[in-house]
């Protein structure tokens, strides 16, 4: 018996991946801007930490 396998709205795909690109550079003129304005030692500290969460 063959599974059949779901449909797929390319349209509602493509505009999900547009959404989420957008987000994405907005996400990333956020974080530059505080990277900009915020302290090195405050900076570093929560690179620090994004890095030790990645590796546990």
Known sequence: MKKKLPEINLKELEKLKEEN???????????????KKTDNSKWSSAQKAIINRKSD
């Open 21 to 35: 690109f957008r987000e994405r550079l907005e996400f990333l003129d956020k974080y530059a801007d505080w990277v």
